[in-house]
Nanobody, 118 residues
Framework: QVQLVESGGGLVQPGGSLRLSCAAS????????MGWYRQVPGKQREMVAR???????FYADSVKGRFTISGDAAKNTATLQMNSLKPEDTAVYYC????????????WGQGTQVTVSS
C-alpha cells in the first residue's frame, strides 16, 4: 500500500522558517504531481503548492514569495520551504501524491501541524 509520511512541522515565531518534507513509499517511482495542502478547523482543505515531474510549479497567492516547493520524481519526495511565516499560516499541512489522472491513484499523508505564534 502507498504511504506518505510528512515531517518538519512544529512551533515557530512569526517571521521564522520551517521546512516540511514528504516521502512516499509503496509505489513505483515517477510521480506526476506532488504537492502540499493545508486545513484549519471550520475550513476546507486548500492547495498551497504543487510541482509536476516536468517542473511546473503552482503556488497559492497567499504564499507566493514566501514558500518554495521542490521535488524529486525519481524518489517520490517533496519538500516545502516556508519562510516569513505568519500566524495565518497555522494549519495542518498534508502531503499529496498524484501518480496518474485516475482518482484511484491519488494519495494523502496524515498531516503535520504547523503553528506560527509568538
Amino acid at each position: 500500500q502507498v504511504q506518505l509520511v510528512e515531517s518538519g512541522g512544529g512551533l515557530v515565531q512569526p517571521g521564522g522558517s520551517l521546512r516540511l518534507s514528504c516521502a512516499a513509499s509503496g509505489s513505483r517511482f515517477g510521480f506526476r504531481v506532488m504537492g502540499w495542502y493545508r486545513q484549519v478547523p471550520g475550513k476546507q482543505r486548500e492547495m498551497v503548492a504543487r510541482i509536476s515531474s516536468g517542473g511546473s510549479l503552482f503556488y497559492a497567492d497567499s504564499v507566493k514569495g514566501r514558500f518554495t516547493i521542490s521535488g524529486d520524481a525519481a524518489k517520490n519526495t517533496a519538500t516545502l520551504q516556508m519562510n516569513s511565516l505568519k500566524p495565518e499560516d497555522t494549519a495542518v499541512y498534508y502531503c499529496h501524491l498524484q501518480m496518474t489522472s485516475d482518482p484511484a491513484d491519488v494519495y494523502w499523508g496524515q498531516g503535520t501541524q504547523v503553528t506560527v505564534s509568538s
